[in-house]
């Protein structure tokens, strides 16, 4: 956003901000939440390396169309661990798993 276009906003009442300063995130939370998106990034670039559908993907993990989305989406109803669980068995190492959560992942 441009300086001036953020400054009249600002006038006509408008606040900026961070997203963990907006939902009030203590830095933990905030990591956790970063974290969380860039294995949820990183599953959709996976899957789309994979050149697989989210209905073939879903067949090869044992799983349905609508949890690979909902995965991909970032659905708090996707744990952590299924998350690393499906990322695994798409092929994905400790050593790739850890550059993403690292925020090293290319």
């Known amino acids: 956003m441009k300086k001036n276009q953020q400054k009249r906003l600002e006038k006509a009442g408008w606040k900026f901000g961070t997203v963990s300063e907006f939902l009030n ?5 905030s990591e956790l939440v970063e974290i969380r998106v860039a294995l949820t990034v990183h599953f959709e670039l996976k899957r789309n390396e994979m050149k697989l559908t989210q209905i073939d ?3 090869k993990l044992g799983t349905s169309q609508s ?7 970032g659905d708090p109803s996707v744990s952590l661990d ?3 669980e499906n990322l695994v068995l798409m092929g994905a190492t400790r050593k790739e798993i850890a550059k993403v959560i690292a925020g090293d992942a290319a």
């Not at 995130?25 to 939370?29: D, K, N």
């Not at 949890?67 to 989406?73: L, Q, W």
């Open 25 to 29: 995130l203590t830095p933990e939370e």
């Open 57 to 59: 993907l879903a067949k």
């Open 67 to 73: 949890r690979v989305s909902k995965i991909e989406n």
């Open 82 to 84: 299924l998350l690393l």
